[in-house]
């Protein structure tokens, strides 16, 4: 089975603190994803990555910023966090090729205060 | 840029009636459509997808969903519900080449003993 782990479940933080979200998968996979989600809203895509080193703007990347310095690992960062990042940030990863399906870790909530 | 739809954001059934939940998608050419489940504290489970082909698709946990490309949509069933279905339910579309979901908000299901 595919695992995708992230390094918390839960996260207190304090505003202008800077916070790491760890992700990893156990699957070589190629492309690794952060998304936040919030009521109503649903899934918005925040970074994503198909390589080593390389990462692409979703569509809320303002605020974040991503590294993947290992194929297994992308974390996402934030430099100073503020209230309105208060979320559920959700990874998720997926092979190359044509099945497209996105394998999700379990989530971090992150409460900014 | 597509778009997604999920017009019920909160749906409450009775065990053991059926349940369809509606999803809209704004896309040019065929998409690729998804349905995934998130039970509460969970990440997203697929449930099912279409890509190509027989426009009824079947996924796990005794699911279905039809493909209907005249009315640009792709909703969920499942003759009969149980109680541990109560979820929030997420259709997605990809775009950009299989790089991007895009989400749509979400359906949460309730259900009663």
């Known amino acids: 089975d595919v695992k995708v782990t992230q390094s918390s479940r839960y996260l207190v933080k304090r505003t202008g603190e800077k916070v790491f979200l760890e992700c990893v998968q156990d699957?070589?996979?190629?492309?690794m994803f952060w998304y936040r989600q919030d009521p109503g809203l649903g899934l918005r895509l925040i970074y994503f990555s198909y390589d080593v080193k390389m990462k692409e703007k979703g569509d809320i990347p303002e605020g974040y910023s991503v590294s993947r310095e290992k194929k297994e690992r992308f974390s996402l960062i934030l430099e100073s966090a503020s209230t309105n990042q208060t979320s559920m940030y959700l990874c998720a990863s997926r092979p190359q090729g044509l099945s497209y399906e996105q394998y999700f870790g379990p989530g971090t909530r992150l409460t900014v205060t | 840029a597509q778009s997604v739809t999920q017009p019920d954001i909160h749906i409450t059934v009775s065990e053991g009636a059926s349940l369809e939940l509606r999803c809209n998608y704004s896309y040019g050419a065929t998409p690729y459509l998804f349905w995934y489940v998130q039970s509460p504290g969970q990440g997203l489970q697929l449930l099912l997808k279409?890509?190509?082909?027989?426009?009824l698709v079947q996924g796990i946990k005794g699911f279905e969903a039809e493909f209907k490309r005249s009315q640009s949509s792709f909703n969920l069933r499942k003759p009969s519900v149980h109680w541990s279905d109560a979820a929030e339910y997420f259709c997605a579309v990809v775009e950009n080449y299989g790089q991007n979901f895009v989400f749509g908000p979400g359906t949460r299901l309730s259900v009663l003993p």
């Open positions: 699957m070589d996979h190629e492309n």
């Open positions: 279409y890509f190509s082909g027989d426009t």
